[in-house]
C-alpha cells in the first residue's frame, strides 16, 4: 500500500484549482442509466470512487469510452439489473443506482453499499421513499430487491434530509407517473448539481436547493437528450480542505475552481475566528491571517456546517488560541481521527459526540494511520505544520475523494511525497 512522507512546518504560496467534486459526480453517473441516448461529461475526477462506479455501470452493461477526463456514457443497451456486492461493498454511493433502474425498467437487485465505516448510514430513508412511489422492497442475502410495475408520483417526505435518499427519489422520479414531490429534501449544492445535470437533459425539475423539490414524471419511451457536455461543480470539501491548510500556514494561497456560496458556513466560521478572505468569482484568495482563535461549531445539514470540514476543522483548531468545541450531528463514529492527531501532539478529549480541543503552539511529526477519507485529510493538514517528517499510511482512504492531492500540495511550496 502507498503511504505519504510529509516534512513540516512550511509556508504555502501560489494557487490551486479543485477538481470536480466527487459527491456531485457519482450521482450524476448514476442518473446516466436514466438515459437510452450518449451522456457527454466533462472534467470527471480521476478518483477510486469514480473508478469503481464506472465498473459497476460497465458491469451492468453500460458502454463507456473515455477521452482523457471527459467520458461519453451509453445506456441504451443495459443487460444486467443486478449491481453485484463485489463492486458494491467499497463505496456507499453505489446504492444510487437503485432509483434510476427502477424508475426506467421496474426492477433492480443491489447489494447493501459499504464505504467509509464512520457511521451506520442506512439506506431505510432511500427505501421508504421509493415504497412511497410503489416498490415492493424485500432485504434478501444482503441485497435490496426492487420491483414495481411503474412507479407513481406523489409527496414523498424524508424523516431527515438525507443527500443520498433524495438523489435517489429525484432519478427515480424522472418516469414516475405523473408528479413528484419530495418535502424535507437534502439542500447541499451537489443536489442542485443533479437537479441541473438532469435538467441539462430535457428532465422538469424544480426547486433544487430548497427543502422542496418538485419533478414532472414521464414515460421511459420518452426521449432525453443533449449533444452538450454537462461538468459536476468544483469541489467544494476539496476547497475547503486547502483553505484550512493555507490557514494552518499562516500563508496566503489562491483556492479557485468552485462557488464560493457552497463554503459559506465553513468561511463565516472561519472569519469569526480570525480569519481573513476575498471571494472570488471562481473561489477563494485566504490571505496571510496569523494564529486563529478558537470555535464552537455544530455539524448540520446544508446549509449548516458539513459533517465532510469537521475533521480538517479539528486540525486546525489544534494550533488555534484557547479552546475550541466540535458536536458531531451527522455520524456517530467520525472521530477515528483524534487518536492519530493526539499522536502528533493535539490536545482533544472526547465526550459522547462532543470534541473538546485545546489549542497548542506546535504539532511534532508521527507516524499515523489513516481511517476514512476525510480523516486522512486532516492527518496530512496536520503533518504538513508538524515539526520533523510524518509517515502517512493507508493513503488508499485519501485517493477516494482526493485527486492527486500530494501534487497540489507540492505545487504550494509543501514537501510531501507519495511512497510505494
Known sequence: MDKLIVSGPHKL????????????TLPILAATLLFDSPVLLADIPKLNDVQTMLKLMESLGLKITRDQKNLTIDASDVSNLVADYALVKTMRASVLVLGPMLSRYGKA?????????????????????????????????????????????????????SVGATENIMMAAVYAEGETIIENAAREPEIVDLANFLIHMGVPVEGAGTSRIKIIGT????????????????????????????????????????????LDSVLETLEKM???FKRLP????????????????ETAPFPGFPTDVQAQMMSLMCLCEGNSVITEQ??????????????M????????????????????AAPVMCTDLRASAALVLAALQAQGESEIQRVYHLDRGYEDLEGKFKGLGAKIERVK
Not at 248 to 261: C, H, R, T, Y
Request: charged fraction near 25%; include cysteine.
Open 274 to 276: 480570525g480569519a481573513k
Open 109 to 161: 437487485k443491489v447489494s447493501l453499499p459499504g464505504g467509509c465505516a464512520i457511521g451506520a448510514r442506512p439506506v431505510d430513508i432511500h427505501l421508504t421513499g421509493l415504497e412511497k412511489m410503489g416498490a415492493s422492497i424485500q432485504i434478501d442475502k444482503g441485497y435490496i430487491i426492487a420491483e414495481c410495475k411503474r412507479l407513481k408520483g406523489g409527496e414523498v417526505t424524508l424523516s431527515f434530509p
Open 330 to 343: 451527522i455520524f456517530e463514529n467520525r472521530y477515528m481521527h483524534v487518536p492519530e492527531l493526539i499522536r
Open 13 to 24: 504560496s501560489g494557487s490551486v484549482k479543485v477538481s470536480s467534486a466527487k459527491n456531485a
Open 219 to 262: 414515460t421511459p419511451q420518452k426521449k432525453y437528450a443533449s449533444n452538450k457536455p454537462y461538468r459536476p461543480i468544483g469541489d467544494r470539501i476539496e476547497a475547503a480542505t486547502f483553505i484550512i491548510a493555507a490557514l494552518m500556514a499562516k500563508s496566503s494561497i489562491k483556492v479557485l475552481g468552485f462557488e464560493p456560496w457552497t
Open 345 to 364: 501532539g493535539c490536545q482533544i478529549t472526547l465526550k459522547g459526540n462532543a470534541a473538546m480541543v485545546e489549542g497548542v503552539e506546535s504539532l511534532s
Open 282 to 297: 471562481d473561489g477563494v484568495e485566504v490571505l496571510e491571517s496569523g494564529r486563529l482563535k478558537g470555535a464552537v461549531i
